[in-house]
């Protein structure tokens, strides 16, 4: 049976040597463009729910469950831009300075402002008003820390050609150095939609919380393997059983987003660290073992 080329029958087709219409360069921009708009929706609605949570309502609060669902929706798109710019033949400088911009303000400022006014603004200080105002202050500088990282990371990656990690994998995969930007945004986002959205009220998980901000921040800024699935083709054909996983991811995604997008963060930003572990023990055992004579 023939293979089916996505790319023969639906992208247009133009002679050898000769540059995209000016139109089609828009098309990647749009998406750009959604990433900043959702970002922006997200640094408001989170706004919005410090106003709410700040009237003494207590529960989930819709808000910042909004303003999580943005975040992880422009994770979408910003994996969708940089593939329509190359399935079209529109890469341009432009489109790259302005899809970092774009990650700045949406994987940068949207989920530093969210996790601190989700995780550390609301904390009860009835027991111990000292013990609450150094957690807000640790809380900004861990806010302030995601951002700076998350910032530092873009630019490295904008300077970088060809970046080798700190600890190279298999030389037919394509790897990111260091947590990407939009990871460590999304990883924020399904932590707080999958607390139903219920501002931190108890210290003890504002210190864990202001914690894991501080360990997305080394990771960004880390030169640790993380795969980046560059290497995947959509156009590719695909096999019966790739379909059938694909659907079900959708359907659990679509009934069991808490979960699902909580488990699938978690597994991604692990397996940077498992596998730089992995490592540093198989390098320990390679140390330790005894010469053999001949």
Known sequence: MQKFNFSQHFLPVRPPGRRPARAAYALPTLFTTGNIFLG??????????????????????????TAAKM??????????????????????????????????????????????AWGCQFVDGAADAMLRDHLLRAGYF????????????????????????????????????????????GMVAAIVHASD????RRWGYSIGWIALLGLLSFLMVSTWRYYSFKDLNLLSPRSPLMVILLGSMIYLVWNYSEAVLLLLAVVYVGSGILTRIGG?????FRRREPVRST
Request: charged letters at 15%; glycine letters at 8%; aromatic letters at 10%.
């Open 71 to 116: 975040i992880g929706f422009a994770v979408l798109l910003d994996g969708l831009d940089g593939r329509i710019a190359r399935m079209t033949n529109t890469v341009s400088e432009f489109g790259k300075e302005m899809d970092s911009l774009a990650d700045a303000i949406t994987f940068g400022l949207a989920p530093a402002i969210l996790a601190f």
């Open 197 to 200: 959205s219920d501002p931190i």
């Open 142 to 185: 861990a806010a302030f820390l995601f951002l700076l990282s998350a910032v530092a990371r873009l630019a490295r990656f904008n300077v970088t050609t060809n970046p080798i990690p700190k600890n190279p994998g298999r030389p037919d995969r394509k790897y990111f150095v260091g947590l990407a930007a939009p990871a460590g945004a």
């Open 280 to 284: 540093i023990v198989r390098r320990t």
């Open 40 to 65: 922006f929706v997200s640094i408001f609605q989170t706004f919005e729910g410090s106003i709410a949570a700040s009237t003494g309502i207590v529960g989930p609060n819709s808000n910042f469950d």
